[in-house]
């Protein structure tokens, strides 16, 4: 891993940015659905998404990085937050960072900055995924339907977060509130999770949220 990676605005302000799911029109069909829907569906859309990799070992990486986000380095399978910034473990050296829209670059410029002379890796990925926020009563029913992974309560508790199978691909599963979770999914398979979701949410009532 190296820092020595040119570093450039990957979405200028004047640029036109088109979320993963821009073509399913959620924004036309939001506060349209029913009051007692048992799932609420809310895309966080171009949010900043950057993967940081070092050495959490390191006494001097993990403060460079608590000096720059505030944050400590979440131990395995957890997450930590901070309004809209989050950092999630996803293996022993890696996490993902996600902070909010436009932000992304001052932000990898200023861990860039703290970690100097140290080795890491910071990779702006966020035109490769996105967000989708899950919330209401059913949730963890759809998720029974969708995936493998033990969402009991018991194992799955809140700022737990793991990558997992669901509906035959892969994302992660973040959950950030009692009746709130998270999914970080690839933009090649949003409109695959999108269409899946809708099934999967019919026989509780899903509404969508701007």
Known sequence: MSNLINVYQQRP?????????????LHELADKGSKSAGITLREKKLLGHLTLRGDAKDPAFA???????????????????????????LAPDEWLLIVPSGTEFAVEQKLRAALEG???AVVNVSGGQTLL??????????????????????????GKAVGTHFAKSQLVIRHTAEDTWELVVRRSFSDYFWLW???????????IKS
């Open 197 to 207: 979701l809708q099934d999967a949410s019919a026989e509780y009532g899903l509404a």
């Open 133 to 158: 926020e899950l919330s209401g009563p059913k949730v963890r029913q759809l998720l029974m339907k969708s995936t493998s992974y033990d969402v009991h309560p018991s194992n799955f508790p809140v």
């Open 118 to 120: 140290l080795f890491f």
């Open 13 to 25: 302000d004047a640029a036109h940015a088109e979320s993963p799911l821009f073509y399913a029109g």
């Open 63 to 89: 403060g460079g990085v608590h000096k720059a986000l505030g944050l400590e380095l979440p131990v395995a399978l957890t997450l930590v937050a901070d309004g809209d910034t989050s950092l999630q473990w």
